[in-house]
Nanobody
Framework: QVQLVESGGGLVQAGGSLRLSCIASGRTFSTYAMGWFRQAPGKEREFVGAISRSGGTTDYADSVKGRCTISRDNAKNTIYLQMNSLKPEDTAVYYC????????????????????WGQGTQVTVSS
């Protein structure tokens, strides 16, 4: 069982920045592909960004490309999502996800490709 705990959410004005963190349990974090998703009220959970097990490959949703950067520190079992130039439409609960014990070095962009999910952290962007 893998536990994921997100942090770093909050209230920020449009144009501001936030850095989300997600720490994972387990001794084999370097074999986890990781991702960030978000869900706004009344909407489906959508892909934000993903990073491969080594950190060498990343992928982003078009809506955040150029504004967000995903990174990881395998020594700390942690991934990050740096979000800049935030917009009111970025308001959502942000979830961290893990696909564990993989051999591939690709990034995964679909919800059903992930095995474990965190509880989420709220991001609210005011106009």
């Amino acid at each position: 069982q893998v536990q994921l705990v997100e942090s770093g959410g909050g209230l920020v004005q449009a144009g501001g920045s936030l850095r989300l963190s997600c720490i994972a349990s387990g001794r084999t974090f370097s074999t986890y592909a990781m991702g960030w998703f978000r869900q706004a009220p009344g909407k489906e959970r959508e892909f934000v960004g993903a990073i491969s097990r080594s950190g060498g490959t990343t992928d982003y949703a078009d809506s955040v490309k150029g504004r967000c950067t995903i990174s990881r520190d395998n020594a700390k079992n942690t991934i990050y999502l740096q979000m800049n130039s935030l917009k009111p439409e970025d308001t959502a609960v942000y979830y961290c996800a893990a696909r564990v014990l993989i051999s591939s070095y690709r990034a995964y962009v679909h919800r059903d490709e992930y095995n474990y999910w965190g509880q989420g952290t709220q991001v609210t962007v005011s106009s």
